[in-house]
């Protein structure tokens, strides 16, 4: 192996737009699973929100931990007011429908709806569950905390209470959970930093290796 060291930023990379993210982020571009998180506005109508920076957590309960959810997006103020949001995994057949929830960002437009996806209501909590996604969980708020002070993101926990799931998928002889079927991973645009080329963000599949 040749490896080096970066702890400080170049003067190339500092040229380059990062949205609000830290270079790192791009310079590791570790993949992690794609979801649609969904709840109601204030409104009554539904939001979705793709959300990709989180991992899950076994104590007694079983937790979602968000990592960077901004106090300025719909699912902040969903979470913050209703306590209560569905998080759907969709597949490669209905990921072009959760994404263009992106487009239809509107607080006056259920997105859902106007993005071509179909849902109803939990059965333990409040919030859309997507009838497309093959995995929903209804999770109910537990915590938040600002990642660092007076920033403009929060880690977010929510427990779990209830699973939805595909019989399809959870049956590895049809279509399962994994591979070309399965669940997508957000590839957050790699950067080079040597050469500064910042590759565009894509979806990955896992893949099981062979025990």
């Known amino acids: 192996m040749n490896k080096k ?3 400080d930023i170049s003067d190339m990379l500092k040229e380059k737009e990062w949205w609000g ?20 506005k204030e409104n009554g109508l539904a939001n979705g929100t793709m959300q990709s920076w989180f991992c899950f957590s076994s104590e007694n309960d079983f937790y979602c ?24 995994f969709p597949d490669k057949t209905c990921i072009e429908k ?16 106007a993005s ?20 929903n969980l209804e999770c109910e708020v537990v915590w938040e905390k600002e990642i660092s002070e007076g920033g403009i993101h929060v880690a977010l926990c929510v427990k779990i209470v209830n699973v939805w799931m595909d019989e399809a998928h959870y049956n590895a002889g049809k279509c399962g959970r ?12 790699p950067v080079n930093p040597e050469t500064g080329q910042k590759d565009a963000s894509t979806l ?7 025990s």
């Open 21 to 40: 993210f830290n270079w790192l982020e791009h310079l590791t571009a570790v993949p992690a699973p794609l979801v649609l998180v969904t709840g109601y």
């Open 5 to 7: 060291q970066f702890f």
């Open 178 to 189: 994994y591979g070309e079927t399965g669940y997508l991973y957000n590839v957050h645009s």
């Open 65 to 88: 931990i968000f990592g960077s959810v901004s106090k300025y997006s719909h699912m902040y103020e969903i979470a913050t007011e209703k306590k209560q949001l569905a998080v759907n």
């Open 204 to 210: 990955g599949i896992l893949n099981i290796l062979p």
């Open 116 to 135: 071509g996806l179909h849902y109803h209501n939990g059965s333990k909590i409040k919030a859309p569950i997507v009838d497309e996604c093959f995995l």
């Open 98 to 113: 959760c994404m263009n929830t992106i487009a239809n960002n509107s607080y006056d437009l259920d997105e859902l709806t």
